[in-house]
């Protein structure tokens, strides 16, 4: 296959013999390589090569200077900005802006814009017609229907839109004058410098000739014009006539216009090429259904080779660079070599993400009584990092679950630094002073940890040298402090650009680049990968202060511009391929359904040739769309074994448990459930709650009313509570909630109590709550305690039949307080939710089909058999009382259960004796049911209960 640049050298050797003085400019240094390697491998005597730069290199060598660093002219823009203004503007809120104003400073000069009249106050009709001879009538036209659809806009909008364009002008003149009296310039300004004083320009001693391109810059076309009318430079185009000689193909918008130029018009060949419809390449179209798997298919399209390849013939472009490493991970092993010519962005590696973390980390960092503490969710972020878990396994273990139990929102720094030197790097105060230092430190101590060669190493290599540059534009440059805050976002886009370099021999092996950088390379086999519409041709919009309406009225580039040029690629990547193949996802992204790109829609519809195929190749990945089998766990011998744990005769090795009323209501509710929690043990991974949840909230109820009350029997050295004795009480409320916040969040009793917002709004609701509790118990006073929840937990035993006999099955359970009214004794269970009184008979309670079963009715009438069992001799009735804590403030407020018999008619639950035959036959049954080797545990049908499961994804429900 000869390829343009092949074709072209042959051409400049034929017609010059010696290329000495010939100097061959090009878009890019990639294929100036191949152009060198075509020209050695075509001379057949020793020779003079010829020179081969960029036009960017050649503007740069006629100006005699080369741009200085982005961060140093934005910096001297702001400069300039502030002395316009006399605004106290940050420079990092100034950042942003002065990025968008450079870029386009630098478009206006390189098209050659006349400032003054860009910038000029456009309001002013009469300027239209007295002053813009130069404009054409359409662009004149263009410029009156913005101001047209600017006056419509809101007069605070036009205002503040005004005022800062008046200063745009000043704004580069100033700029301008201020880079140049301390010799540093930008690209733009380079180009027009050289663009506007070509008559100085000396006559050139090397033969110029121009390869390849397809747009120019204004500037660029000035120059190159006046090299070929004055010094004779030469043009080779690389062109075809399916897109030059259709004015609806966007890929010839430039080359049309080029022809029709009385400079650039000669220098096209006599006869234009038709590659596209003579060299009918076969083109095939895929469709694939994630991102992904484009990856395994650009595997298997090359695993289909056969025989002996020169593999430097194929290219696989990849419009996204986050396909590269898994590409590179499935490509086939007879691919024994790979060039990867883009960059793969150092955002996406290991190495930034943990940087990035450490960054994170400082927005949150917060000084408390002279101790640095840092918010839990960035520090659990580094703690599960690998550069961290690999050096301290244990360490980050031992914090993490510290983290976790005491629930700790900030954790102390001087705690984190203990787990060794990089540690103490991650976990400290950055300041603006010293984060730049702090930052290059922390990378050349991971450095010296890793193998040399490592691809880790890499990464780090390639951030050091980004900090470096940083610190030494600051360092010489900026004479300014800036906020952590600002260096972090500069952080994050100065390394958005950064690319990782590939080190390989270019011109071997299997190509894998980027789109631009297959510009005048031909390929025998094409793959081209994310022929998405936003991927290739990407649809990111211009970022630009100038309207659309004046960037095209002044002849600044505008999306079409690049749309023809992304086109051009595209078609030209077709010129000379035998066999292209292209891939596209369904997969949907921000919102947007995955669509094919234009490109081969226009291939499909308007190009007419046997190869090209008319229909998409749909790529099925197989998926499994059978709903998920039931769950069904048979009580194998281990099984079984395990629940001898909750009898009296547990197995050997074996430490006695019991069932709790919560572990019955979990097994009515789902057998599954109940199997995965108390026979299997799988443990809930625990998570920091910040928000007061339900459950946190409840432990605080009841350790609140717990303190309350233990705390009077220890002062008073009685349990008899008068009528007297709850005002005296009250004044304890806000003590007793204090201690029960310490104890739920690990709080020393002398640390100063410091509420986040969310804590101070639950401690007064639990004041407020527990005010209404005094004040039922007001009403039902005198009575006398018990017990309380922290010194009284109840058990028993109840005979079951199983496998091996009846065994008696142990019970437990903690009951909130027990008190005695007169002759009756309450069991009192406090609730923090909503929930009821009544219940429909003992057999409902253990209906796991009803799905309004009363779990608190149950769990509290359990209570009495627990009570009965502590204490045998008692005669007095037994009330099970429902404290819930959201009614008690109700006129009509009772605590006590009671059965719906019929209809508009309940009863009271007054004695516990009255039910508890029933009782034990229901939960007998159940217990029964539980170890009996022929009753699986199965999932529930109530898809309801699965909702918060946090057993659900097991279930696949």
């Avoid at 062109?239 to 009385?262: C, I, M």
């Avoid at 079409?560 to 596209?584: C, G, K, P, S």
Wanted: glycine share 6%; charged share 25%; with cysteine.
């Amino acid at each position: 296959m000869d390829s343009f640049l092949k074709e072209t050298a042959k051409t400049l050797l034929q017609s010059k013999g010696d290329l000495k003085g010939v100097k061959v400019i090009l878009p890019n240094r990639r294929a100036g390589l191949f152009f060198i390697k075509y020209l050695s491998q075509m001379a057949d005597k020793p020779l003079w090569m010829p020179e081969v730069i960029t036009i960017e290199d050649l503007f740069y060598q006629l100006a005699g200077k080369k741009p200085a660093d982005k961060l140093t002219l934005i910096y001297e823009l702001y400069r300039v900005f502030q002395a316009l203004t006399e605004r106290k503007e940050s420079f990092d809120r100034f950042f942003f802006w002065g990025e968008m104003i450079l870029k386009d400073f630098n478009d206006l000069d390189q098209f050659l814009v006349n400032p003054e009249k860009l910038f000029t106050n456009l309001k002013e009709q009469k300027l239209l017609e007295s002053d813009w001879s130069f404009l054409s009538p359409e662009q004149v036209k263009l410029i009156r229907e913005f101001w047209a659809s600017f006056e419509g806009r809101d007069r605070a909008h036009q205002e503040k839109f005004l005022k800062f364009w008046d200063i745009l002008y000043p704004l580069y003149r100033g700029f301008n004058a201020a880079i140049e009296s301390l010799g540093l310039a930008y690209g733009g300004r380079i180009y027009r410098d050289v663009a506007t004083g070509l008559e100085k320009l000396k006559p050139m001693e090397e033969q110029l000739v121009f390869v390849g391109f397809n747009a120019f810059t204004t500037t660029e076309e000035r120059l190159i014009k006046h090299l070929v009318s004055h010094f004779g430079a030469e043009i080779f185009w690389d062109l075809d006539t399916y897109y030059l000689n259709q004015p609806e193909q966007e890929a010839g918008l430039f080359f049309r216009n080029y022809q029709k130029d009385p400079i650039l018009g000669p220098t096209f060949p006599e006869r234009i090429p038709n590659y596209l419809q003579q060299h009918k390449a076969t083109i095939k179209t895929y469709n694939v259904p994630l991102k992904i798997n484009q990856a395994n298919l650009v595997a298997g399209l090359l695993e289909q080779v056969k025989g002996r390849e020169n593999w430097e013939e194929t290219v696989v472009i990849l419009p996204e660079e986050q396909l590269l490493f898994p590409l590179l991970n499935v490509l086939p092993e007879k691919i024994n070599r790979v060039n990867v010519t883009m960059g793969y962005p150092v955002r996406q590696t290991p190495v930034y993400t943990f940087l990035e973390a450490v960054l994170e980390l400082q927005r949150y960092a917060k000084m408390e009584d002279g101790a640095l503490l840092f918010y839990h969710k960035p520090v659990k972020d580094l703690l599960s990092n690998v550069f961290l878990t690999e050096m301290a396994p244990e360490f980050s273990k031992q914090v993490h679950d510290e983290l976790l139990r005491t629930n700790a929102i900030y954790f102390p720094a001087r705690k984190l630094r203990e787990g060794g030197e990089v540690f103490a790097l991650v976990f400290q105060l950055f300041t603006a002073e010293t984060i730049m230092d702090h930052l290059l430190e922390l990378i050349r101590t991971l450095a010296a940890r890793m193998e040399e060669k490592s691809m880790e190493r890499t990464y780090l290599y390639q951030c050091f040298k980004q900090m470096n540059r940083l610190k030494e534009v600051f360092d010489k440059e900026i004479k300014e402090t800036v906020s952590v805050g600002f260096f972090t976002r500069l952080f994050r886009q100065v390394f958005a650009e950064s690319r990782l370099p590939f080190e390989g021999e270019p011109l071997e092996g299997l190509q894998l680049m980027g789109v631009l950088e297959t510009r005048n390379l031909d390929f025998k086999r094409v793959i081209i990968c994310s022929m998405n519409e936003g991927s290739f041709p990407p649809s990111k919009s211009m970022d630009s202060l100038v309207p659309f309406n004046l960037r095209q009225a002044f002849g600044m580039p505008v999306q079409e511009q690049n749309d023809a040029i992304y086109a051009y690629t595209f078609y030209r990547l077709l010129h000379r391929a035998e066999e292209v193949h292209l891939i596209y996802s369904t997969a949907g992204s921000q919102g947007q359904v995955g669509e094919k790109s234009r490109y081969i829609h226009q291939l499909q519809i308007e190009m007419e040739h046997s190869g090209i195929q008319k229909e998409d190749t749909l790529v099925h990945v197989p998926v499994n769309l059978t709903q998920a089998n039931p769950i069904q766990i048979q009580k194998s011998p281990s099984i079984l074994r395990v629940l001898e744990r909750y009898t009296d005769s547990p197995g050997e090795g074996q430490t006695a448990t019991s069932f709790s009323p919560s572990a019955i209501n979990m097994y009515l509710d789902c057998r599954l459930k109940f199997f995965l929690t108390y026979i299997a043990a799988v443990e809930v991974p625990d998570e920091v709650q910040e928000a007061v949840d339900p459950a946190i909230f409840g432990n605080l109820v009841h350790q609140s009313l717990e303190n309350l009350y233990a705390g009077f029997i220890a002062r008073k050295g009685r349990n008899w509570v008068e009528a007297s004795d709850i005002e005296g009480l009250m004044d304890y409320i806000s003590p007793a909630v204090e201690k029960a916040i310490r104890a739920q969040y690990f709080l020393d009793e002398d640390a100063k109590l410091k509420l986040t917002g969310q804590l101070t709004i639950a401690r007064d609701v639990l004041q407020k709550y527990l005010e209404g509790v005094l004040e039922q118990d007001r009403h039902t006073s005198p009575f006398e305690i018990i017990s309380l929840e922290g010194n009284k937990k109840y058990a028993t035993q109840l005979p079951v039949a199983t496998r091996s006999g009846v065994k008696r099955v142990s019970l437990s359970g903690i009951i909130d307080r027990v008190d005695r009214v007169g002759t009756t004794i309450r069991l009192i269970d406090y609730k923090s939710g909503n929930d009821k009184k009544d219940f429909k008979g003992i057999p409902g309670l253990f209906d796991r089909e009803d799905k309004s079963r009363n779990k608190a009715a149950m769990q509290t009438l359990f209570y009495g058999l627990l009570y009965e069992a502590r204490h045998p001799e008692n005669k007095s009735p037994l009330k099970p009382a429902l404290f819930s804590l959201r009614d008690v403030f109700k006129e009509d407020f009772s605590p006590y259960l009671r059965e719906v018999l019929g209809p508009g008619q309940k009863q009271e639950v007054n004695d516990f004796a009255d039910y508890r035959d029933e009782f034990v036959g229901e939960l007998t049954r159940i217990l029964e049911e539980i170890m009996n080797p022929g009753e699986d545990f199965d999932q529930t049908n109530d898809l309801e209960k699965c909702r918060l499961c946090p057993f659900s994804e097991i279930c696949s429900r």
